[in-house]
């Protein structure tokens, strides 16, 4: 095969990944909207109703780790196939349900098959891409299509509840992913992410890290209902410690760990999974409050919210695509990481100080605009960073931990902020303020303290990330 023809089949091999990764990004937002009809026709009440969408993060969360670790033993195109059919099947059974109790299952079997997807699509995009510059334009396409999806999400899900019903939120699913198995048993290489090597796979380690993140992710979830200080929280939280302490434990002892624990001593990977995690604190706990200050206080309707974030989704994607691979080539990734993480915590300071009468334009759009260039500029240099030292047979476990990281940490910082906020608006009640105005200031000082964290993460990854190398000065892996 010429050079030309296989650079070729590369890129049109990620242009169908980044079809799978869409998909995903696009379930994680996309069912948000419909909600409120999910609930009234299958009678859901607000607790149980949670559970739609916590369903698919608890086995989604708990199982990123395993899902990438099974593609670096079984094959990352034979598993990435596997995960990508059991997320469309369990989809179609998630537009079918006419009861309560089938769709949070089946939503816990699509959030196991988007486990897999997601986590062997990044590390066989790294495999595709072992050039350095091909593999900043390759990251910076997969930003792009992470970045784009959620905005596409929302209006998307708005747009097919309001003209059909919440069922095709769902349904949508089938033949895209239909079509993208089938591009993807076309075009991915068969040999992809294949070993030569005997196949191993370390039972114990695989139950305990896995229950250890599912106790941990169920713990974080429940916590605003049943208090953070309660028996049962502080029980939980104690129960996924001592689980992962098992784990530890058997990744020392067995001969082929399912986590080889000098992975852990791996600088980069350490410090891009801590950024992640507080990067991912700040931006959900964004996401969401944002949008409940635009309904509740300024009023907006949810297709109006979904309009309002297009802005910081486009900028941030077009980012991703073309400027952050170069400011990483240029660069290296520690000074593209900081300046991004810098300007999202300077976007989130701005949301601090949102009106009881604000306006689009002059109170959401400018901390939006430096969300997007923040997240556009340094998204993928974290990736990147946290790939840089993984050797290839390593890289669905070194993905894993960083997705991993990723939702545990956008999971707890949404738990935790959106307390803060309801704290603040119980005190400033208490204290005589409005009802709105109570509101209002519960937001203002969550993302405060989301700008606070977005500034740790800046500073974690100046220090952890001064010495990493150029990338025309790393060897590829």
Not at 348 to 375: E, N, Q, S, Y
């Amino acid at each position: 095969m010429s050079a030309s023809r296989q650079f070729r089949n590369r890129w049109l091999a990620l242009s169908i990944l980044c079809l799978g990764a869409l998909m995903i990004v696009l379930d994680m937002t996309i069912v948000n909207v419909a909600l409120p009809s999910i609930r009234a026709e299958l009678h859901f009440d607000d607790a149980s109703l949670a559970w739609v969408v916590n369903a698919y993060m608890l086995i989604f969360g708990g199982f990123l780790l395993l899902g990438g670790r099974l593609g670096d033993l079984y094959g990352q195109r034979r598993v990435f196939l596997l995960g990508l059919g059991l997320f469309t099947l369990a989809s179609l059974a998630c537009g079918l349900a006419a009861s309560r109790a089938f769709l949070v299952w089946a939503r816990g079997v699509q959030g196991l098959g988007g486990a897999v997807v997601d986590s062997v699509s990044l590390s066989l995009i790294m495999n595709l891409f072992t050039e350095t510059a091909e593999r900043a334009k390759a990251m910076g396409v997969y930003g792009f299509v992470c970045s784009g999806g959620g905005c596409i999400g929302a209006v998307l899900g708005g747009l097919l509840t309001s003209a059909l019903s919440w069922h095709w939120i769902f349904f949508v699913n089938v033949p895209f992913g239909v079509l993208v198995f089938a591009l993807c048993w076309w075009q991915l290489p068969a040999h992809a992410g294949e070993r030569d090597h005997p196949r191993h796979l370390d039972v114990g380690g695989a139950v305990t890290v896995t229950l250890a993140v599912l106790l941990a992710v169920y713990a974080t979830i429940n916590a605003n209902g049943a208090g953070w200080t309660s028996s049962r929280t502080l029980g939980l939280f104690a129960a996924a410690a001592a689980v992962f302490a098992v784990f530890l434990a058997i990744e020392s002892r067995t001969r082929k760990p399912l986590v080889p624990l000098a992975m852990f001593r791996l600088r980069t990977l350490s410090t891009a999974s801590i950024c992640a995690m507080l990067w991912s604190a700040s931006l959900f706990a964004w996401f969401f409050l944002s949008a409940l200050y635009m309904q509740v206080v300024l009023g907006f309707t949810p297709m109006q919210v979904g309009i309002a974030f297009i802005p910081p989704n486009v900028i941030m994607a077009a980012f991703s695509l073309g400027l952050s691979a170069r400011l990483v080539m240029r660069f290296g990734v520690l000074w593209p990481l900081v300046i991004g993480l810098v300007l999202a915590a300077a976007g989130l300071a701005l949301f601090a100080r949102v009106p009881l009468h604000g306006t689009l334009v002059v109170d959401i759009f400018p901390g939006m605009i430096l969300l997007g260039v923040g997240g556009g500029i340094g998204f993928n240099p974290m990736l990147m960073a946290a790939m840089s030292e993984v050797p290839h047979t390593e890289s669905g476990l070194a993905s894993g931990l960083v997705n991993t990281s990723f939702l545990l940490g956008g999971a707890l910082g949404l738990a935790v902020l959106a307390s803060l906020a309801a704290l603040r608006t119980a005190a400033l009640s208490a204290a005589g303020a409005g009802h709105l105005e109570a509101i209002a200031g519960g937001y203002r000082n969550a993302f405060a303290v989301s700008a606070c964290i977005a500034l740790g993460a800046a500073l974690v990854g100046a220090v952890g990330l001064r010495r990493v190398a150029l990338p025309s000065q790393a060897a590829a892996h």
